[in-house]
């Protein structure tokens, strides 16, 4: 198959701290892999970097003959343009992985993310949006701070979780000078944090859970994912909140979780792939964030799971192809979850969604594909 991979290239940012510029230059590894990894399974692959202009270098492209790999997070150095990429995809009449503009734009937004997962009954942490230069808390302390529509944990930090009005105000003061933007204020949500893998469109399946552990930090208001422990190596945030995959559940609450994932990337209309943060208090699941679109890094979450699952990197960057052309309705092989699928119905067990180890080592050719 024909496909283009797709990536943004950034130079500085607009707005933020000088180091959240290593979250938006990590689509070149993202890309490097992925490109690899397609061209492993015999696709044709070429590889589109953008920067300040998307129109051209695609028009070289018959969009009936390719495929976009998306990778591109943004446009001219701005992450609030991801939406319009799609729409020039769509004007230009390209087929592409992942979700559409509506769902990216809805997900920036995490305010309007959230009144979704409430309006479909979905356990979410109550909120409010706070802009300048009035501050009207209706929510108790403690409290969650964070930019409203940034994502990868930009502005996160261990000040960010709030006690009383003199840190609400310090960090809402951060949130506006830093991103220029209105900042998303929730109840804090104290417990096991998961992170969510699903696959899938019509009959989406959930991989194995992977969870962040806190063990190591005693207090639990500093227990949080912040920037620095996302991306920042060398940093005590990044040691002390290592991931176990899989995670330690019960069946009954991996069974909790798995559908309460499923349930949200079906309500903001993730297609694909994606991955769904939550937290668990008192056996509730609450959605933390819904990720469409989300990091491809062999060493990020989604390639974490799939590997858990019995996935090399190269057959989960396969299978987001195929799911997309299976979308697309192009001739192209199955997916492989669809495969299984129509296998657990002829062996009467259709309906479990999360996938057993052995559900992806049908084809000998892919499992001989290093990650």
């Known amino acids: ?156 930090t261990l000040d960010s979780v709030v006690e009383n009005e003199r840190e609400l105000r310090q960090q809402l003061r951060f949130i506006w000078d830093t991103y220029r933007q209105p900042a998303l204020v929730e109840s804090f949500i104290s417990g096991r944090e998961f992170n969510v893998t699903v696959l899938g469109n019509d009959n989406p399946r959930v991989l194995p859970l992977s969870e962040i552990n806190f063990k190591q930090i005693p207090d639990p208001k500093a227990r949080i994912v912040t920037f620095k422990g996302k991306w920042i190596e060398e940093s005590d945030d ?10 330690k559940v019960t069946d009954s609450l991996r069974d909790k979780i798995s559908e309460v994932a499923v349930a949200a990337y079906r309500a903001l209309g993730v297609r694909d792939y994606g991955r769904v943060d939550l937290r668990v208090m008192n056996g509730v699941p609450y959605v933390l964030e819904v990720n469409p679109n989300a990091d491809l890094s062999p060493d ?29 309705r192009l001739k192209e092989p199955r997916p492989r979850i669809i495969s299984l699928r129509l296998k657990q119905r002829r062996e009467g067990m259709d309906g479990v969604r999360s996938i057993p180890v052995s559900a992806f080592k049908t084809e000998k050719r892919a499992l001989n594909v290093a990650a």
């Open 300 to 328: 990020a979450g989604i390639a974490r799971a799939a590997r858990v699952a019995g996935m090399s990197y190269a057959m989960l960057a396969d299978e987001i192809v195929r799911l997309a052309a299976h979308r697309y």
């Open 238 to 247: 990044y040691k002390y909140t290592q991931v176990i995959s899989p995670a």
């Open 1 to 156: 198959m024909k496909i283009l991979v797709v990536y943004n290239v950034v130079d500085l940012l607009d707005k933020g701290q000088p180091d959240d510029l290593l979250a938006e230059q990590e689509t070149k590894i993202v890309e490097d892999a992925v490109a690899s990894s397609l061209r492993s399974f015999g696709h044709q692959v070429v590889s589109v970097p953008i920067r300040h202009e998307l129109w051209e270098p695609l028009r070289e492209f018959d969009p009936n003959e390719w495929l976009i790999f998306n990778l591109c997070e943004s446009i001219r150095d701005k992450t609030y343009l991801e939406p319009y990429v799609i729409s020039v995809y769509e004007y230009l009449h390209f087929r592409y992985t992942g979700s559409n503009r509506l769902t990216l734009a809805t997900c920036l937004n995490k305010a309007r993310a959230k009144e979704i997962l409430k309006a479909h009954g979905i356990p979410t942490a109550p909120f409010q949006v706070i802009g300048p230069p009035t501050v009207r808390r209706q929510l108790d302390f403690p409290l969650f701070v964070k930019p409203v529509a940034e994502d990868a944990s930009l502005g996160i």
